[in-house]
């Protein structure tokens, strides 16, 4: 799931729920997992902490 995807869920998401989400934090890999240019797959963990109104 790339960046732009996670973000489109997370405001689905709070629209089916009537609410608006503010992203607070992002979190992704460590950094003893690089990610591999051109290998986007790689970066295969995000997380989002969400204040909703």
Do not use: H
């Not at 607070?24 to 909703?52: M, T």
């Amino acid at each position: 799931m790339s960046l732009n995807d996670f973000d489109n869920a997370l405001a689905q998401g709070a629209s089916s729920a009537g609410r608006v989400v503010k992203v607070i934090e992002r979190q992704g890999l460590p950094v003893d997992f690089p990610v591999i240019p051109g290998f986007p797959e790689a970066n295969y963990l995000k997380s989002a902490v969400c204040l909703a109104q």
